[in-house]
């Protein structure tokens, strides 16, 4: 067989680069052909799935509020000191679980009062805590021969009762065993006595209670017996707290001495003095407790 050879003189160059050109735009419009859907008919799937949309979920309800502290209730709202609550009266705790009772909030009528200066107390150290204060009252107690005592819980504080004692008409603290007698005026003489019943000599008797709080408080108008004033040194605790000892002492704490007075006569039941026959400074200062915290007469 013969081979028939067609030379490049029949197929020029350009028209080899023509056709060469002419299919390749033929492929390139073949695959950039969009691909329609039919009229009511399912789109062509993609091969990536769509990505899901969260949904914004709606905020937490509001926690209830607290409820509200009635008129006269020691249960106040716990304060915050340094991020930790400090437990309400009743509830303090020391040692994994030591309770305090609660003083009567607002503290009965006295028969006087008196606020103690912050500086009377930081003479000897800086008072940091509640449990400053207290060293400093104990100290001074122990010094005039108030050795029993009780605490109590009030708001945002505590309160320190000391024993009834029976006292002279100055306010000095009588002699022991007088001091501590609840009964009427000891007599040596027969005559005594009986000069004691005649003139209806009377009998004083004194309570201390130091209440530590930078809450402001009032008085209320009822009246304490002096059977009830007995009574808080046994019925309180006989050490502070460490929850509450621990709390910072602020720059509105203030330590308030309650004076609660008594007279007895003979034949009759003994009554609280309001006012007092003396303010309550003099109480302290006859007691030995101003001078004892260091205060000056």
């Known amino acids: 067989m013969r081979c ?40 062509p799937s993609s091969s990536t ?54 003083f009567p909030w607002p503290p009965p009528a006295a028969s006087a009062t008196e606020e103690l200066p912050r500086t009377m107390f930081e003479q000897r150290a800086p008072l940091r805590t509640l449990g400053n204060l207290n060293d400093a009252l104990v100290s001074a107690m122990q010094t005039t021969g108030y050795y029993e005592k009780s605490y109590y819980a009030v708001p945002r504080g505590f309160a320190l009762a000391t024993r009834l004692e029976q006292i002279a008409e100055d306010g000095s603290s009588k002699i022991a065993p007088d001091r501590w007698s609840a009964g009427p005026p000891r007599v040596e003489h027969f005559s005594e006595y009986l000069r004691a019943l005649l003139t209806a000599n009377p009998g004083y008797y004194r309570v ?50 309650l004076i609660y007075e008594f007279e007895r006569s003979a034949g009759s039941a003994p ?26 007469q």
């Open 4 to 43: 028939i050879t067609i030379s490049n003189n029949y197929f020029p160059r350009w028209m080899t680069l023509a056709l060469l050109l002419l299919c390749l735009l033929a492929l390139g419009c073949h695959a950039e052909k969009p691909i329609r859907a039919k009229p009511g008919g399912r789109q």
């Open 208 to 257: 201390v209670v130091f209440v530590v709080t930078d809450r402001p408080f009032a008085e209320t108008g009822a009246p304490v017996s002096e059977s009830e004033a007995e009574k808080w040194l046994t019925s309180g605790a006989n050490k502070l707290p460490a929850a509450i000892a621990n709390s910072a002492f602020g720059q509105n704490t203030v330590c308030t001495a």
């Open 271 to 296: 009554v609280l003095l309001e006012p007092s026959r003396l303010d309550a400074h003099t109480h302290l200062v006859k007691s030995g407790l101003w001078g004892a915290l260091g205060g000056s």
């Open 49 to 102: 799935p769509p990505t899901p949309v969260e949904m914004p979920q709606p905020p937490p309800p509001p926690p209830p509020p607290p409820p509200p502290v009635k008129d006269g209730s020691p249960y106040p709202p716990p304060p915050v000191i340094d991020g930790n609550p400090m437990p309400p009266p009743g509830t303090a705790s020391a040692d994994g679980g030591e309770t305090i009772p609660a």
